[in-house]
């Protein structure tokens, strides 16, 4: 975390938000939660370029209940700006687009420059030994959700990014190109496509550099690209002036400053008022073009502050909308009775799990987990014969999702592995 951000707990809250002298952004997390963390590089940028105009603080709801309860937190991340000791907005939208022109607002000014990318390292420091031992480590490795790819075959240079000397959101994308890659069966096939996207990289190439140009690719391209579903006029406008942007930041002529805060200022006020899940009912009724909007938002920025693996993600689910409405073998209602249907089998199932022992009778606990376990194993079969045809077509979804997800993790392997071999190897320091 960076030392720009503050960490409060319910005894310092007072002198942390509410008598603080600049603007406090607050966000309530805690350790468990995913999109908490997911947050945290964006506000680390945030408060490098607000620094001393607006102030980010975080409360970890865990450890300190009493401020949550106060401000009737019910999911994280949930983001409050505070202001002259009062809460000025119960619910701020995590976009950086959307934090941008509001600190820009309260501030009256356009934000400091970013400070200047770090000198470019050679993959694999230069050294040949360091990547063959990475592989080595890699082909002995056995991937699971707990033992991911990027992290899993750590070297003496550290794990992902400090063996490969690549960005960590690079491995992050390596993680997601195996998850969407791999058989739930067998995880042979997707375990040497792991191998091979690394036996791709080349020892002393920029790899960063290559991963900006992947970023571009994934936003810009016409066949996968956030363009291509751009529902209207104004919609793609906007697209063609963030690969201006973008094609500049490559050229090594970056937009200024002043530029990024126009183009942020027209996304923000096109995309719909953000939904803030406490407030109950549905889901908001969103235009194709509002709800373009909200995801073009939320990568309106430079390419070297994108997340890859997000990026990829969202070609994915842009597959994946498309191929719904194409084939319509399924949609909402379907995920909705698949739900109930599968809480209900296992609320039947789990009847017969009894009580869970105690913590202090390891024998006993380990027996009643491996049965809890077991009746999870048992809750598709079931619903396999108690609804066959809801099950079918469940099936049938997960395989045309299957598909095109090995689809598209090919297609960006392919053209992460294109770049990298056309990459020129760095001169070896002095």
């Not at 937190?73 to 409050?80: N, V, W």
């Not at 550099?209 to 571009?216: K, T, Y």
């Not at 994934?218 to 973008?246: K, V």
């Not at 969103?286 to 920025?301: A, K």
Request: charged letters at 20%.
């Amino acid at each position: 975390m960076s030392a720009l951000i503050l960490n409060t707990t319910d005894a310092t809250f007072e002198q942390d938000v509410l008598q603080s002298e600049p603007p406090v952004l607050l966000d309530f997390w805690a350790p468990w939660c995913a999109p908490c963390k997911a947050l945290n590089p964006m506000l680390e940028r945030l408060a490098g370029q607000y620094a001393g105009s607006i102030r980010i603080v975080k409360l970890n709801i865990d450890e300190n209940p009493e401020t949550a309860r106060r401000f009737g937190i019910r999911s994280i991340p949930r983001l409050m700006l505070f202001g002259q000791g009062e809460l000025r907005m119960p619910h701020v939208a995590h976009s950086q687009a959307g934090l941008k022109v509001l600190f820009d607002d309260l501030t009256k000014a356009v934000p400091a420059a970013a400070a200047p990318a770090a000198a470019a390292v050679p993959s694999f420091g230069g050294d040949p030994a360091l990547k063959a031992d990475y592989l080595r480590r890699l082909r002995a490795a056995v991937f699971d959700t707990d033992n991911l790819p990027a992290d899993s075959a750590a070297t003496r240079a550290g794990a992902f990014a400090g063996t490969t000397g690549g960005p960590h959101t690079l491995g992050s994308l390596l993680n997601g190109l195996w998850w969407v890659v791999r058989e739930p069966e067998d995880g042979a096939p997707a375990h040497d496509w792991v191998v091979d996207f690394v036996e791709g990289i080349p020892v002393g190439i920029d790899l960063a550099r290559v991963s900006l140009v992947l970023a571009d690719w994934l936003l810009h391209d016409p066949g996968i690209g956030s363009a291509r579903n751009a529902p209207t006029e104004a919609a793609r406008a906007l697209c063609e002036r963030l690969a201006a942007f973008h094609r500049r930041e490559l050229d090594g002529e970056p937009a200024t400053e002043q530029e990024w805060s126009v183009l942020l200022r027209d996304v923000v006020a096109l995309a719909p008022p953000p939904f803030d899940p406490d407030a109950g009912g549905e889901l908001p009724d969103w235009s194709p073009e509002q709800g373009f909007l909200v995801n073009f938002e939320r990568t309106t920025m430079a390419l070297a502050e994108c997340d890859i693996s997000a990026l990829f993600f969202a070609s994915y689910s842009r597959a994946l909308t498309a191929e719904m409405a194409r084939l319509g073998c399924w949609g909402g209602e379907d995920q909705k009775q698949m739900q109930s249907v599968y809480e209900a089998t296992w609320k039947g199932l789990s009847s017969t799990l009894g009580e869970r022992p105690a913590d202090g009778d390891a024998e006993a606990l380990a027996r009643w987990e491996a049965r809890r376990q077991a009746l999870r194993e048992q809750v598709r079969p079931t619903v396999r014969k108690t609804h066959p045809a809801l099950q079918a077509r469940l099936e049938a979804w997960e395989a045309v999702q299957q598909a095109n997800g090995s689809r598209l993790a090919n297609l960006v392997g392919a053209r992460f592995k294109a770049l990298c071999a056309a990459a020129p190897v760095m001169a070896a320091a002095d």
